[in-house]
């Protein structure tokens, strides 16, 4: 009897543990979308609620319309990526919305998303980690795309052509990786970093836009990127990172972080994010360059003794020259004309200007903190 009642508990653990093991496993799998009825759905988002974790979805040429919501970690993979299409309608805040780690789209056009102002995307990834973004177009949406509290992505090989607000924002998402894309207007702004670390930016071409990091690193930190290998309009983006001592000319964008003793001359620095950027920075001279046709002209952040001189700063939609808690610059012998706000200080002490031509600025010609008017010299 203890035999037998041995036996059967044994065959209970086998089976019980047969059962609990067949459950747990789950064979990833394709799910095959086609629009035209002959595949298993003819619908992106009925694909993605039938996944699992893991699984592939498989997206025949058509056009796709409507918005997506992806929760799960799937590959989302479209057939030939001029000819796949997700189209937005104009709908709704984002036009893919992903909340899941280690998404991997590919191999589609993505468009037509909602416009007006906003982050409002065409894809958004927002708590994904490790998500990948390969091989894409992003056309017609208010941003292609946007990572948000999401590390360690990946956006490579993408064209990103005239959304209208912008191209790629990187928010609160340390450790993105941005390479061989190709940004083409998107109103001037290609990529905009906002805050968080350690981005890698490489081999990527500007046409009519570039690169806009915002100065605010979380507290305690300084910006750290890698940013090399890109061009502006046919020339380099210049991206220096405690430098000290080098000259710049024919540079296509300039940006500095951190330097010493960097001079900045001769250069074209048209139809682009920003033409120089300066971030805590000293001892900088900017000189007889050309800063036209930007989002912004000339930015200088949290630096001493700027110098900006004999420079022609135009038409640029926003700020012709900025200077935002800085202290001893010195600007002289620039024309700063038809920009939105001509010459604009923010908490900035102890800055000269004289023997500008500062005029026909279509919002103001000065816009100076009252705060600081005090400290603030004009000679004529």
């Known amino acids: 009897m203890r035999k037998t009642i041995g036996s059967l508990v044994i065959c209970l653990m086998l089976v019980t543990t047969a059962v609990c093991f067949s459950t747990a496993i789950h064979t990833n799998i394709t799910i095959y979308v086609d629009d035209d009825g002959t595949a298993d759905y003819t619908n992106i988002q009925d694909a993605i609620d039938a996944a699992s974790d893991g699984d592939t979805i498989f997206v025949y040429s058509g056009i796709y319309y409507g918005l997506l919501t992806v929760n799960k970690t799937v590959i989302l993979e479209g057939e030939e990526k001029t000819s796949t299409i997700i189209d937005g309608q104009e709908l709704g805040e984002d036009t893919i919305t992903v909340t899941a780690p280690e998404f991997h789209i590919s191999g589609f056009t993505i468009r037509n998303g909602p416009h007006g102002f906003g982050y409002n995307s065409g894809l958004k990834l927002e708590n994904a980690d490790n998500s990948v973004i390969e091989h894409n177009i992003f056309t017609d949406n208010c941003w292609a795309a946007e990572i948000r509290t999401s590390s360690h992505c990946i956006f490579s090989d993408n064209t990103v052509i005239d959304n209208t607000q912008g191209g790629l924002h ?70 220096l990172e405690n430098e000290q001592g080098v000259i710049v000319e024919a540079a296509g964008q300039v940006i500095l972080n951190q330097c010493k003793g960097i001079v900045i001359r001769n250069c074209d620095l048209s139809n682009t994010s920003k033409g120089v950027s300066v971030y805590k920075s000293s001892y900088i001279f900017i000189l007889g360059n050309i800063v036209t046709y930007n989002f912004h002209g000339i930015g200088i952040g949290n630096s001493f003794f700027v110098t900006i001189r004999n420079n022609k700063v135009n038409r640029n939609w926003y700020n012709g020259v900025a200077i935002g808690s800085s202290m001893l610059c010195r600007l002289s012998f620039n024309e700063i004309t038809e920009n939105d706000i001509g010459l604009y200080l923010h908490e900035s002490t102890l800055t000269m200007y004289y023997l500008n031509k500062i005029h026909t600025n279509s919002d103001c010609n000065y816009y100076i903190d009252p705060l600081f008017l005090p400290w603030t010299f004009q000679i004529r």
């Not at 928010?171 to 109103?187: E, K, M, R, Y």
């Open 170 to 239: 990187i928010a609160l998402s340390p450790s993105t990786q941005v390479t061989d894309c190709t940004f083409t207007g998107n109103s001037k702004q290609g990529i905009v970093v906002s805050k968080e670390n350690d981005h890698l930016i490489s081999s990527n071409t500007f046409i009519d836009c570039g690169i806009n990091i915002g100065s605010q690193p979380p507290p305690g930190n300084t910006i750290h990127c890698t940013i090399t290998d890109n061009t502006v309009n046919g020339k380099p983006l210049v991206y």
